[in-house]
């Protein structure tokens, strides 16, 4: 029987590279999906959308690249399917507020920074975050919110840079 099954070597060379070519078009087809953040984001998102993390990632890649309405969408996602409450969803929140802080609606972002200091309020790059805006939108009280991100500063430069930079507008 066996000599009847056995695969002559043209008929296992033919098998051998059939499937190297089947591989070597599955590997290319991946590489132009890692060939780019957005899209490795994105392909990512597609297969794990129930997941925040994912969502997160895309929302940076995006508003890193200046497409903050998409950035906002992502972020809201990823808001919505984080837990509810923790360090994660807080950040997700000042991230929207970011967003929105680029968008010029600084009312918006006033108001996501507000609601990530409600889950995190020991973190000073939210307050400072907080202190521009209100600052943009003619609140002296980000004067106030200035000095509670240095309080919480723990020795992140970007409070002192981001208070500098108002005091120099001022």
């Known amino acids: 029987l066996y000599w009847l099954l056995r695969p002559s070597g043209r008929v296992l060379a033919g098998l051998l590279a059939a499937v190297t070519v089947v591989y070597a078009v599955g590997a290319h087809q ?19 959308p129930t997941k925040y993390r994912p969502w997160t990632w895309l929302g940076k ?17 990823a808001a919505a399917l984080a837990k509810q409450g923790s360090s994660d969803h807080a950040h997700l929140l ?13 009312a918006r972002a006033v108001a996501y920074y ?3 200091l409600a889950i995190l309020p ?5 307050w400072a975050n907080l202190a521009v805006a ?6 002296q009280r980000g004067w106030q919110s200035f000095e509670k991100a240095v309080q919480h500063a723990r020795g992140r430069s970007t409070v002192f840079l981001l208070r500098g930079q108002e005091y120099f507008q001022a």
Do not use: C
């Open 30 to 48: 991946r590489s132009q999906v890692w060939a780019d953040e957005l899209s490795l984001w994105r392909d990512t998102v597609e297969k794990s």
């Open 61 to 77: 890649v995006q508003n890193e690249r200046g497409e903050y309405t998409g950035a906002i969408q992502s972020w809201e996602k």
């Open 94 to 106: 000042n991230n929207l507020g970011l967003a929105y802080a680029n968008l010029q609606d600084r």
């Open 114 to 116: 507000q609601q990530a």
């Open 122 to 126: 020991n973190e000073g790059q939210f």
């Open 134 to 139: 209100q600052l943009r939108l003619n609140d």
